[in-house]
């Protein structure tokens, strides 16, 4: 991310005249998560607080953060995911019987999810898509 490299954004506008460049960053470079001034709307009421995050940076909008610190939380679970779709592809998944319904459950969704991605490729593929259109 560029944010508080005031030298980069301004060769990035300099490069890139008749794009829209956000006024806040030009005046403070780290307005992406330190917004340089409070605004108010019509009624007076604050709606960014300064030293906030901009409310358009994706990264910072509490929804999003909560999303991304969970999936981190998650992320032993997520591997094991992999590891289970890797066996399903490979033949090599134990017996159900030898399966924590965690495990099942992992190797069915991932399952899922790889055959979505097949499907895609290959719907792509009868259409002529090549794979970095999509």
């Not at 960053?25 to 992406?32: I, N, T, V």
């Not at 779709?85 to 495990?103: A, I, K, M, S």
């Not at 991932?110 to 490729?121: C, D, I, P």
């Amino acid at each position: 991310m560029l944010q508080a490299d005031a030298e980069t954004q301004a060769e990035i506008r300099e490069e890139s005249p008749d794009k829209t460049h956000c006024r806040y960053l030009e005046r403070c470079p780290r307005a992406c998560t330190e917004f340089p001034e409070t605004i108010t709307d019509a009624a007076g009421k604050v709606t960014v607080d300064a030293g906030s995050p901009c409310p358009n940076n994706p990264f910072e909008q509490p929804r999003v953060k909560a999303m991304t610190e969970a999936l981190e939380n998650k992320a032993g679970l997520l591997g094991e995911g992999d590891r289970m779709g890797d066996l399903v592809d490979l033949g090599l998944l134990p017996g159900l019987y030898d399966l924590t319904p965690e495990e099942f459950e992992a190797a069915r969704i991932v399952r899922g999810y790889r055959r979505a991605q097949e499907l895609r490729v290959i719907a792509g593929v009868r259409l002529g898509v090549r794979q970095s259109e999509e």
